[in-house]
């Protein structure tokens, strides 16, 4: 099977959030999921990764937990990046469905902008599953 390209991974990414509970989807307001290729080489840097192949997603902004759930005027809106080419190689390594794969980060990074456990995530995701 070949690799899904960047359309076709928003497009997944896209599904796999539409798929995540009703009243959980509410709750992100303006989120932003962005696909991207890799993290950017400030990123690597801010998390001290040596490799772009290290980081499969990232949540960007003021977690609910720390702040308002309207960010005020001037403030980026709160954001997650799924890296498709680290999520394509964890795939290729793992026999995992490359959907659960994609369901599983979304739903991690969301957790950061909530402030849920692992737990939480955990029912999030088996929730979320087909």
């Known amino acids: 099977m070949a690799a899904p390209g960047l359309d076709d991974f928003e497009i997944m990414a896209g599904e796999a959030f ?3 509970p009703g009243n959980f989807r509410e709750l992100c ?7 991207t290729d890799f993290p950017d080489d400030e990123v690597l840097e801010d998390l001290g990764l040596e ?11 003021v977690g609910l937990s720390e702040g308002e759930a309207v960010p005020p005027t001037g403030r980026q809106p709160n954001m997650i990046w799924l890296f498709r080419r680290p999520i394509l190689d ?28 692992d737990d939480d995530m955990e029912r999030i995701e088996v929730s979320a599953s087909p």
């Open 90 to 117: 964890y795939w290729a390594e793992y026999e995992d469905n490359l959907g659960d794969i994609i369901t599983h980060v979304l739903v991690h990074e969301i957790g950061h902008h909530f402030g849920l456990s």
């Open 51 to 61: 490799s772009a192949y290290d980081l499969l997603g990232l949540f960007q902004g």
């Open 18 to 20: 539409a798929r995540l």
């Open 29 to 35: 307001g303006s989120i932003i999921i962005q696909v």
